[in-house]
């Protein structure tokens, strides 16, 4: 089944590595980048996505706050700016190659502007200095298709 993202969360799945707002939340991120190390598609959304479903009964959900859809409107910006992943397209499938792109800009902090301010900076700075290593995103897929 696709997996639903939205903009922000493009970047969260680069660097996470199994620390999160909830022991649910942390399975359920787990699930989902499994998933697409398995090869399965994305599908870019707007406002609350599948990363954010265990949050969104919890009196501390911010997934409808407007400081969390300017981390989208940012994400989108620079992503679609910088990278060149087709992210105006709805759906993709993240190749090891965009991954390893994404990474490049990550690092470079050329792709961050969605995270300042973000609470989990200092660890995912962290996990991108250390090459990615600890990250739970680790594509396998080689080929390269994106989808209208
Ligand atoms: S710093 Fe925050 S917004 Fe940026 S990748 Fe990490 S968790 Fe996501």
Redesign the pocket.
Known sequence: MTVRLRA??L??I??YSGRGYSPAFEANFERIIEQINQGESIELVAGPDDVCQPQLASPDCHCFSDSVQE?DRLALRDLSGTVGLAIDRQRIELTSQQVQQLRAG?AARTI?S??QG????D???AVAEQDFQAANLQPSRSGCKEYT
Request: proline content about 0%; overall charge positive.
């Open positions: 922000h969360h970047l969260c680069l660097t981390r990550f961050r969605a995270c973000c609470e989990w900076f660890l995912c700075s």
